[in-house]
């Protein structure tokens, strides 16, 4: 279920045990100039790296719906930083193709990325995948930590590929990522798991260490995000992302890991 009321969002999106999303009436958070940025809950585009006065700025107005082949495209008018944001939802084989996009609608060249971040309920346990170990002694993947992040949190688990968070109500915020960020980003909730992929880069630079995916928890909501390259928009140019997404029996199809 695709909103034209705010946005770009996606608000809906169900399976056999109901909308897997986070439906967040109230959340929020306080933006630079004293406003509040809605959750709304759903799957939402932000503009990364997290510089408050450009990745809060509200989505809080109409967005133009237009049908395209396959699925819907919604458009928001510019923001406050003045950046243009949209929203393209197309059927594909086993699944949904979702296309972001960036334009730079300022008078002044703008260093973002693409920031897709969907909201799902708590109750369920989100895999972040490693990527595969490369050959010979370099160093070739990494977890990356925010500052509020304890390792010794119960709800982690390392294992063989993977790092599983559980979602639960059970202590502080937390986040993860992963980079380069290659493999499935998966949430695994009443016998269902929901999945979404990107091609990451490997030659772009990414921003928050270069952890194309990651993993947000705290008690109202899981999210799971992924990144796009880091670029400098001039005036009028776009930038786009693109995720793949599938929902499936838990257990059923290709592996998580």
């Not at 703008?110 to 909201?119: D, H």
């Not at 992929?197 to 194309?212: E, L, S």
Request: include cysteine.
């Amino acid at each position: 279920m695709v909103t034209t009321s705010v946005g770009p969002r996606v608000l809906g999106f169900t399976g056999r045990a109901g909308n897997l999303m986070a439906v967040l009436p109230e959340g929020g958070l306080e933006r630079p100039d004293g406003g509040r940025f809605a959750f709304v809950g759903g799957h939402r585009l932000w503009a990364a790296p997290e510089i408050p006065e450009v990745t809060y700025a509200s989505d809080d107005r109409p967005c133009t719906a237009t049908e395209i082949d396959g699925g819907v495209r919604v458009e928001a008018p510019a923001d406050a930083a003045g950046l243009v944001k949209a929203l393209q939802v197309r059927g594909a084989r086993g699944g949904w193709t979702l296309d972001h996009e960036l334009r730079n609608d300022s008078d002044r060249p703008v260093t973002v990325a693409p920031w897709a971040i969907t909201q799902l309920r708590p109750g369920g346990t989100a895999t972040l995948p490693l990527p595969p170990r490369g050959p010979g002694p370099q160093a070739d993947r990494a977890v990356v930590l925010w500052p509020y992040t304890d390792l010794a949190d119960e709800r982690i688990g390392f294992e063989r590929g993977v790092v599983r968070v559980r979602s639960e109500p059970a202590g502080p915020p937390l986040k993860l990522g992963s980079a380069p960020g290659e493999g499935p980003l998966s949430y695994r909730i009443d016998g269902e798991a929901f999945e979404k992929r990107i091609d990451p880069d490997p030659d772009a630079p990414y921003a928050d260490r270069g952890a194309a995916l990651q993993v947000y928890l705290c008690d109202e909501f899981c999210e799971l995000e992924t990144l796009g390259p880091l670029v400098t928009l001039e005036p009028g140019a776009t930038t786009r992302h693109t995720e793949r997404w599938t929902l499936r029996a838990a257990g059923a199809g290709r592996s998580e890991t």
